[in-house]
């Protein structure tokens, strides 16, 4: 099994920043896909960005430019820099592993509610 473990979320004003961070523990082949997704409620959870062992990263449109993700393999930990912080980006954000990139991640993350208000 695998395990990840999330930090970081919080409370955050528009323009403001934060920096999530997800470690996975367990049996962790080195050939793997990292991600963040969230979910707003009353919507469906959507890819936030992904990032695969070599480095070759994805974002979602709507975070381009403003969102960073990164990835430590020595410690297996995965991060979500957040940059120029917009009410929309307000949702529940959940960090991702699985070892294949041609399908829905198979393991979650608890979850870190990010809050973005005034």
């Known amino acids: 099994q695998v395990q990840l473990v999330e930090s970081g979320g919080g409370l955050v004003q528009p323009g403001g920043s934060l920096r999530l961070s997800c470690a996975a523990s367990?049996?962790?082949f080195s050939i793997n896909v990292m991600g963040w997704y969230?979910?707003?409620?009353?919507?469906?959870?959507e890819l936030v960005a992904t990032i695969t062992h070599l480095g070759r990263t994805n974002y979602a449109d709507s975070v381009k430019g403003r969102f960073t993700i990164s990835r430590d393999n020595g410690k297996n930990t995965v991060f979500l820099q957040m940059n120029s912080?917009?009410?929309?980006d307000t949702a529940v954000y959940f960090c991702s592993l699985d070892f294949l990139a041609s399908?829905?991640?198979?393991?979650w993350g608890q979850g870190t509610q990010v809050t973005v208000s005034s």
């Open 103 to 107: 399908r829905p991640p198979r393991y």
């Open 85 to 88: 912080l917009k009410p929309e």
């Open 26 to 28: 367990g049996s962790i």
């Open 38 to 45: 969230r979910q707003a409620p009353g919507k469906q959870r």
